[in-house]
């Protein structure tokens, strides 16, 4: 009787610990959410001041981005700015829901994400009351992950000012060099389209680049030893880039009608 008194309260003593551990780690993960939620958005928005080449580094970047950047949203088959949608938490939410995404064919999904939000939203930077740089949200599949990011372009809508990912899971030392500052530094002045046309000419191609060469404006490094991540990063560009992406938007905002 002895033994098993003790068993009894040594399995009593462990599911009461069981219960008081589960209790705090889950009041702890509540208490913690708040603070969660508001650094997943300060990392966010210095992401976006990153791609614009807004140096926010030693400044409050809340105010920063309150005085630089403005939030839109643009509905992708019109190219026209309309009113954030009832229950929009944000995109990568959107597109998981059938009331606020559309699926994609096999041939438009050339970044591999299936659906996309029915409305983007688009951030603007304006200088002197004239629009500046225009950032927009890019994502698509790598080899291993889907991977978030921001590209920025100059006034021109076709000029890149800066471009960077925020959430990946690719290989480190291989994939994972999209978060190279090195290779990050090529973006800025490359060109997304060729004259006259909005379909999206940018590329990541193998080999060394000649700045001479004619076409060199639209040819990005590829990632060293990554090559399916460097086609996903091509394909992501080229993808929101183009008529199923931000391309209505862009030549409406060009010919001033939005």
């Given amino acids: 009787m002895a033994a098993n008194d003790t068993i009894g309260r040594t399995i009593t003593v462990t599911i009461l610990l069981c219960v008081v551990c589960s209790v705090i780690v889950s009041t702890a993960a509540v208490l913690l959410r708040p603070m969660q939620v508001a650094n997943k958005e300060l990392d966010r928005q210095s992401n976006i001041l990153a791609a614009a080449k807004i140096d926010y580094q030693g400044r409050d970047v809340q105010k920063l981005f ?16 309309v009113e954030k949608p009832e229950g929009y938490q944000d995109s990568k939410r959107a597109a998981k829901n059938p009331d606020l995404s559309s699926a994609l064919t096999r041939q438009q999904d050339i970044a591999s994400i299936k659906r996309t939000a029915n409305v983007m939203p688009v951030y603007l930077v304006s200088r002197d009351k004239q629009l500046d740089k225009v950032i927009l949200p890019v994502h698509g599949y790598g080899l291993w992950s889907t991977l978030y990011g921001f590209l920025a372009l100059e006034n021109d809508l076709n000029t890149v000012v800066g471009f960077g990912f925020y959430s990946h899971g690719e290989t480190p030392g ?26 999206p000419k940018i590329s990541l191609v193998k080999g060394m680049i000649d700045p001479s060469a004619a076409g060199s404006e639209f040819k990005i490094d590829s990632l060293s030893g990554a090559t399916i991540t460097s086609n996903g990063v091509t394909n992501l560009v080229q993808f929101w880039m183009g008529e199923n992406g931000f391309a209505t938007f862009l030549t409406n905002l060009k010919a001033g009608e939005n």
């Avoid at 994939?175 to 389209?193: A, H, L, M, Q, R």
């Fill in 174 to 199: 291989l994939g994972g060099e999209v978060d190279n500052p090195k290779w990050k530094s090529v973006w800025p002045g490359k060109k997304i389209y060729a004259e006259g046309s909005m379909e």
């Fill in 66 to 81: 309150a005085e630089q950047i403005v939030t839109k949203y643009v509905n992708l088959k019109t190219g026209k700015y």
